[in-house]
C-alpha cells in the first residue's frame, strides 16, 4: 500500500494507546512539560507588552504595535530556526533562542517602552529568536516513541489540546503579575521562556538527535513538497478564523454591552480546543489520517454556522465550543499528516511553516473581521476555504498515491531508533 493510501485508510491498532502509557514513555512527560513552560512567553507577551507600553505611554495603541511587532517576527523565525535544527541538532537554535529571546525581553522589563524604536527592535529581536519549542517536540516525538506509532497520534492530540490551556492561563498569569508592575509580568515572560528553553534544548533526546547527513538539500526546504504546500494553505484560512474571534467577539459584546464578552469567547473556544484535542487522542478513530482532516475541516466549517444567528450571550459562549474543538482536532490532525509527508531532514522546519500559517491566519482574520464590523461570516467563510483547499489537495494526493514514499519527519533519519535510557 503506497504512503498516500496508507494516509486514507490506514487505522493504527494500538490497544495501549492511552494518555497514561503515553506519559509513562521515558522522557515523554518531561518534554512536554518543557515545552508548555516554555510556550507560556507566547501567550503572556502579547498581554505583557501591552500593559508595559499602556503604564509608560498611558495608551494601547503603542502596545498594540509591540504585541504584533512580536507576534508577526515569531512567524517569521520559526520556520527560519527550525531549518537550522534540521541541519544541526535542535539543542542549538532552542538553547540560543531562549537566551537571546529571554535578554531582549529581560532589557524591556528593567528599560521600559520609553525608546519607541528601541522597544521595537528588542521586540523583534525576542519574537525572530523565539525558540523553535513546539515545531521541536513535534520532531522528538517519533524519536522518543519509536516502537509505539499508536502512541504518536496521541502525543499530538495531548500536545495541541495542552497547548490551548497555555493560551487560558497565559493572559491571566501576565494580567495578574501586572498588579505588581508592568515590568515584572515582561520580566516573568522572560524567565519561564528561559527555563522552558534549556529544559527541552538540553535534554538527552535533543542533544542527540543529528541531522541527516547523505540527503539531498533543497533551499525550498519541506515547500518543494506539494502535499506539505496544502496543509498550509488549509492552515492559514482555519487560522483566519479563529482570529476573527475575538474581534467578532468585542464586537458582538459592545452590540450586547457585556464588558466580559470579549474576553470570554475566546476562553471558551481555547477550552473547547483543550477538550478537543484531548478527545482526539483519547481512542482510535476509523479511517485514515487524511480522512480525519477532511472530516475535521468540514465540521469546523460547519460549527460556525449556529454563531451566524446572533444569539444571546450565553449560547453564544455555549457554542464557540465546537468550532473550538473541531480546530485543535484538525490541527493535530494536520501534525500527524506532515510527519509522513514532509520530505526527510525537514520536519522540524515544516512543523515551523505550520505555525507560521496558522498566525498568519490569525492575523489575516484579525484584520478581514474589523473591515466587516466583526460579522461571524468571516470565520465561517475561512473555515470554508480551508474545507475546500483540503478537498481539492487531499484528491490529488490520493492521485499521486504511486508515488515513491518519502521517510518520516525524524531529522536523524532514524525513526526506528530509541534514545538510550539514561
Known sequence: MTRTNRLWSSRVQDSGASYTCL?????A???LCATLVGRLPNAMAPVSLLLVAQA?????????ALSAVYLVAFAVGQPVLGRVADRRGPTLPVVVGAIVASCALGVLACAGTGSRWLSLLLVAVAGLSNPPLESGLRTLWPRILPTRPGLLRVAYALDNGSQEAVYVAGPLLAALLALLSPGAALAATASVGLV???L???SRPARELRPVAAIERHWLGPLRS???LVLLGALVCAG?????????????GESLGIGWFAGALPAVMSIGGLVGGLGYGAQCWPGGQLTHLM???FGHAAAWVPMLWGLGAAPSVALVVLPGMCFSALVCAACLVINTVAPSGTGTEAFGWLIAAINLGIAAGSAAAGWTGGHFGVALVASSAAALVLLLGCGRMRARSGDQAVEPLSVSGRRSEAVAPA
Request: charge should be neutral.
Open 56 to 64: 509608560d505611554h498611558g495608551s494601547i495603541g503603542f502596545g498594540g
Open 200 to 202: 527541552l534544548g538540553l
Open 29 to 31: 512527560a518531561r518534554l
Open 240 to 252: 483566519g478564523a479563529v482570529g476573527a474571534v475575538r474581534v467578532c467577539a468585542a464586537a458582538q
Open 226 to 228: 506539494p502535499d506539505v
Open 23 to 27: 506519559l509513562r514513555e521515558q522522557y
Open 196 to 198: 522552558g528553553g534549556l
Open 295 to 297: 472530516l475535521l475541516a
